[in-house]
C-alpha cells in the first residue's frame, strides 16, 4: 500500500472522529429528516428514484443517505474505516437500505461488481488522488452505458492560495504532491487533530481529459463564484446564503461541477 493511502486514511478516521458530533455536520437535523445534498446535484441529477448511485468518497454517509432518503439505491464507498462504520451506524438506525463499503477508490474494481445507472462524488473528493486518469477508469468501469456522472468540487483556483486566501502559495497545476501538517478540521477548529495529509490539486483541464479519455460525452459544467459550505477563512455571506472570499466577492470561483454521460 502507498504511504499517502495509510497517511490520508488515518487523517480521516481522525476527522471523522470529529465530523459526527460537530455543528458543521449537524447530524441532529439530519436525523430528523433533513436532507444535507445541495442545488448543484439536485437539479443535475433530478429524479434519483428506482436507480442504482454509486458514491465515491462518501466519507461517513449523509449525502449518499440523503440519496436514498430521495428512492436511489445506494453504494456508497469511503478510504476510511471509521467513516464507514459511522454511515452503517446511521443506515441501519434510520432505517435505509444503502450498502457501505470501506476501499481505496483505485482499487474498488476488486472489491465490487455491479455498474450504476449514475456515479457521484462532490466537494473535496479528487484533491486526495494522485492520478485523475485512474480515477476516470474507475467512474467509467462502474457506469452502465447511458449512465450519468456527476461531479460538484471545489475550485483549483481557491487552492493555489493560503488559508486566508491573500497570498498565491501552490501551483495551479498538478506537478507534486502537497504534503501539510493538519492542525484541525474544517468543522471545528478547537480540536486539536495534527496529521499529516496528501493532496493533489488538479486543474480543471486534467478533470476533462481525464473523462474524455474514457469516452465520457461532457454535458454541463459550471462555475460558482461560492462555497455552499463555511470552510474557508475570511468569508462572508453572499445574498444566497452561500460564502465567498471577503473583497473578492463576485470574482473568484470557489466550486465547479461538471456532468458527463458515458457512452
Known sequence: MEKYIEVNR????????VHVTSEFYDVASFRAGKSTLKPAELEALGDVSGK????LQCHFGL????????GAK??????????IEAAKELNSELGLDAEFICSDIYDLKNVLGKKFDIVFTSYGTIGWLPDLNKWADVVSHFLKPGGTFFIAEF??????????CVKMEYSYFNIEPIIEEVGHSYADKDRAINQLSYGWNHPLSDVFTALLKQNMHITEFKEYPYSYYKCFNNTVQNELGYYEIKGTEGKMPLMYSVKAIKN
Open 52 to 55: 442504482s448511485l454509486l458514491h
Open 63 to 70: 449525502d449518499s443517505l440523503s440519496w436514498a432518503r430521495l
Open 74 to 83: 445506494v453504494t456508497g464507498v469511503d478510504l476510511a474505516d471509521k467513516a
Open 155 to 164: 475550485h483549483p483556483v481557491r487552492w493555489m492560495y493560503d488559508d486566508d
Open 10 to 17: 488515518d487523517l480521516w478516521n481522525k476527522k471523522t472522529e
